[in-house]
């Protein structure tokens, strides 16, 4: 099956400091990917989509300077967090899907901010 | 708009079955699934059905779809330990070729001896 990849699966860092997530699909190709944000016992937040090659749509409340993603391939997509804080600590989940796919979920990173 | 609502929590007994239910509000969703997720992890697709289906099944796993009352049930035949986790309902709005998909709060299922 359809496999989708993430690193690192935990993260540290300091408050102020920059963090990417690269989420990967390994055996075939992501003409469409998500990122979503998932806090402490509760459901998925789809934070933006991105289409390769194209520019991130982000949904209504996030940040797009606050939260960069790039898609810059048909198997790879970063979202980078700038200036991290403590409240953007969370689980954030990556899925992909090709043309006519169901979206296939990576594994989640956890990001911790001190 | 749109609006996915399971119940927070079940618990069965190990061999037992286990039904959890999801109400969604967008009638015209061309996509329902079942997600799984366990501790730590990140989602796992266990199934999911076309909007013209009623019911669908896979081994222990039947879904049945209720388009009326807008009702999606994921029954598991024979519950074991290894299925505690948090099971997710989610639909795909019409017009996303199931692009975008709207969870629910999940279930956690616990397993009882």
């Known amino acids: 099956g359809a496999v989708v990849s993430q690193h690192p699966s935990r993260v540290i860092c300091k408050s102020g400091t920059s963090v990417k997530i690269e989420c990967r699909s390994l055996?075939?190709?992501?003409?469409?990917m998500f990122w979503y944000r998932q806090f402490p016992k509760q459901s998925l937040m789809l934070m933006a989509t991105?289409?390769?090659?194209?520019?991130?749509?982000?949904e209504q409340g996030v940040e797009k300077d606050k939260f960069l993603i790039n898609h810059a391939s048909l198997t790879l997509s970063t979202l980078t967090v700038t200036s991290a804080h403590p409240e953007d600590s969370s689980f954030y989940i990556c899925?992909?899907?090709?043309?006519?796919?169901?979206?296939?979920f990576g594994p989640g990173t956890r990001l911790t901010v001190l | 708009g749109e609006d996915v609502e399971q119940s927070l929590f079940l618990s069965v007994r190990e061999g037992d079955s286990s039904v959890i239910n999801c109400t969604y509000t967008?009638?015209?969703?061309?996509?329902l699934y079942w997600y799984k997720q366990e501790p730590g992890a990140g989602l796992q697709l266990l199934t999911y059905?076309?909007?013209?289906?009623d019911m669908k099944q896979d081994q222990r796993l039947t879904v049945l779809l209720n388009k009326k009352d807008k009702h999606l049930s994921l029954r598991i035949a024979d519950t074991q330990t290894g299925d505690s986790a948090i099971y997710f309902c989610?639909?795909?709005?019409?017009?996303?070729?199931?692009?975008?998909?709207?969870f629910g709060s999940g279930t956690r299922l616990s397993i009882r001896p």
């Open positions: 899925s992909a899907k090709g043309t006519y796919d169901t979206q296939y």
């Open positions: 989610a639909e795909s709005p019409p017009g996303s070729s199931a692009s975008k998909i709207i």
């Open positions: 991105s289409n390769e090659g194209s520019k991130a749509t982000y």
């Open positions: 055996d075939f190709q992501a003409t469409t």
């Open positions: 059905i076309f909007s013209n289906m």
């Open positions: 967008d009638s015209s969703s061309t996509y």
